[in-house]
């Protein structure tokens, strides 16, 4: 799987689950099955983000991939509303597993999770849970920071943190994630924590800040970022931060 997802904070706690195995009656000594579960989030009415239980869309299916390496995906399809389901009949190998909300004809996609990798144990089912926000994504971006022209560093201008505003194309609806550190996102990709509503086009702009959460330096505004798919990333690339 390609996308970015969020991972930290949505995905199930895969070192509990690896440790816990019930016994299947499976006529095949050769296979095992998963046991899936699932929890849809989303934001409150106002758009904090406490997490608060999530509706399946209207004719819905949660589609379950398992892939082993090089090979092609093993998938099921089960309905959203169940909040769980089987995927029978696994051949016995470690998988990465995820999952995806579309219409029954599983064409739209609405959300994807987070990958967790599992091992399926031969004659026994192996229970694996996803949390995923369904109309909520996140941004992803690296910096560089510049200086009359010339590149800096976080620690040479004292930036503290990184604030990725997110507003609401032709509105005045904004969404700020101003927790990261400057340094974490010059040597690495970071994803946002802010959950921002999906199917709208947002203007984004990067600011570094200092100790007191002021900007010292503002990219250019970042125009049409489309997040349309829940709990996915969009990548914003490698950003230019222009220090004051």
Request: overall charge negative; aromatic content about 6%; charged content about 15%.
């Amino acid at each position: 799987m390609k996308n970015l997802v969020l991972s930290a904070m949505l995905v199930g706690a895969a070192s509990q689950l690896a440790g816990c195995i019930i016994v299947a009656d499976d006529t095949d000594p050769t296979t095992g099955d998963l046991d899936v579960g699932w929890t849809l989030a989303s934001s409150d009415i106002n758009n904090n983000n406490a997490l608060i239980a999530g509706q399946c869309p209207t004719d819905n299916t949660i589609v379950v991939h398992a892939e082993r390496a090089g090979d092609t995906p093993y998938t099921s399809k089960l309905t959203c509303t169940d909040g769980a389901g089987p995927f029978l009949d696994l051949p016995a190998d470690t998988y990465t597993i995820w999952l995806e909300v579309t219409d029954v004809s599983g064409v739209v996609k609405y959300a994807m999770s987070a990958e967790q990798t599992i091992t399926v144990t031969a004659g026994a089912v192996t229970p694996i849970d996803f949390s995923l926000f369904v109309d909520r994504a996140f941004f992803a971006a690296r910096w560089n920071l510049t200086r009359q022209g010339a590149p800096t560093t976080c620690a040479a201008v004292s930036a503290d943190k990184v604030s990725i505003l997110a507003t609401e194309a032709g509105g005045s609806l904004g969404f700020d994630d101003d927790l990261t550190p400057c340094a974490a996102g010059e040597a690495n990709q970071i994803i946002t924590t802010t959950p921002v509503p999906v199917g709208r086009a947002y203007t984004v702009v990067v600011a570094a800040l200092n100790a007191a959460g002021l900007s010292i330096g503002d990219s250019a505004p970042i125009t049409n970022r489309q997040l349309s798919i829940g709990n996915t990333a969009l990548d914003l690339q490698t950003v230019t931060i222009p220090i004051r």
